[in-house]
Antibody
Framework: QVTLRESGPALVKPTETLTLTCTFS??????????VSWIRQPPGKALEWLAL???????YYGASLKTRLTISKDTSKNQVVLTMTNMDPVDTATYYC???????????????WGQGALVTVSS | QSALTQPASVSGSPGQSITISCTGT?????????VSWYQQHPGKVPRLMIY???KRPSGVSNRFSGSKSGNTASLTISGLQAEDEADYYC??????????FGGGTKLTVL
């Protein structure tokens, strides 16, 4: 059974750095073709893909937030960590982690999601 | 990486069919057969409904179908049911392990 769960602070102040952890089970990020992405959704707004890390530890970011994001993994703990610097109120959103397959892997895209972590940016 | 374009809202009566469009560019929808669709009920997690343009994951009703022509993908829901009322998002692979979502479409079942 595949599960993912996001954890991190519910409230951060403007200019602070956000660190979110995705703890997963039921699959391995050492399996060829396996990836984990972070996706966010501001209240009442659309999904936005943020970042992806693959089984080979390659990292990819959305163009608009690339300079503020860092994604990493700890395979021994089955965790993926996202950090976002210089937080602003417009970054208030529910942050999801989701499993996906690499291009050409045959794995399904974003087939399992965590429940999401609502992060509010306010002073 | 601009968001894919979807209509803000669509509606239909029970039993009818509706189609939601998703327009991208020749750098995403147009070049990759890796368009997927997600259903999201209020306060819930998105659920994968269609992948690789036309494929349905196990457990998804065959009332849901996908297609693509050029830079535009479409999701069709036939035999509309009240439980289909939700937000729907398209997503496309955009190259070099990056992805882009659409702006979302709110489906209302009248």
């Amino acid at each position: 059974q595949v599960t993912l769960r996001e954890s991190g602070p519910a409230l951060v102040k403007p200019t602070e750095t956000l660190t979110l952890t995705c703890t997963f089970s039921g699959f391995s990020l050492t399996t060829s073709g396996m990836c984990v992405s972070w996706i966010r959704q501001p209240p009442g707004k659309a999904l936005e893909w943020l970042a992806l890390i693959d089984w080979d530890d390659d990292k990819y970011y959305g163009a608009s937030l690339k300079t503020r994001l860092t994604i990493s993994k700890d395979t021994s703990k089955n965790q993926v960590v996202l950090t976002m610097t210089n937080m602003d109120p417009v970054d208030t959103a529910t942050y999801y982690c989701a499993r996906t397959g690499a291009y050409g892997s045959g794995e399904l895209p974003f087939d399992y999601w965590g429940q999401g972590a609502l992060v509010t940016v306010s002073s | 990486q601009s968001a894919l374009t979807q209509p803000a809202s669509v509606s239909g009566s029970p039993g009818q069919s509706i189609t939601i469009s998703c327009t991208g560019t020749s750098s995403d929808v147009g070049i990759y057969n890796l368009v997927s669709w997600y259903q999201q009920h209020p306060g819930k997690v998105p659920r994968l409904m269609i992948y690789e343009v036309i494929k349905r994951p196990s457990g998804v009703s065959n009332r849901f179908s996908g297609s693509k022509s050029g830079n535009t993908a479409s999701l069709t829901i036939s035999g509309l049911q009240a439980e289909d009322e939700a937000d729907y998002y398209c997503c496309s692979y955009a190259g070099i392990s990056t992805w882009v979502f659409g702006g979302g479409t709110k489906l209302t079942v009248l």
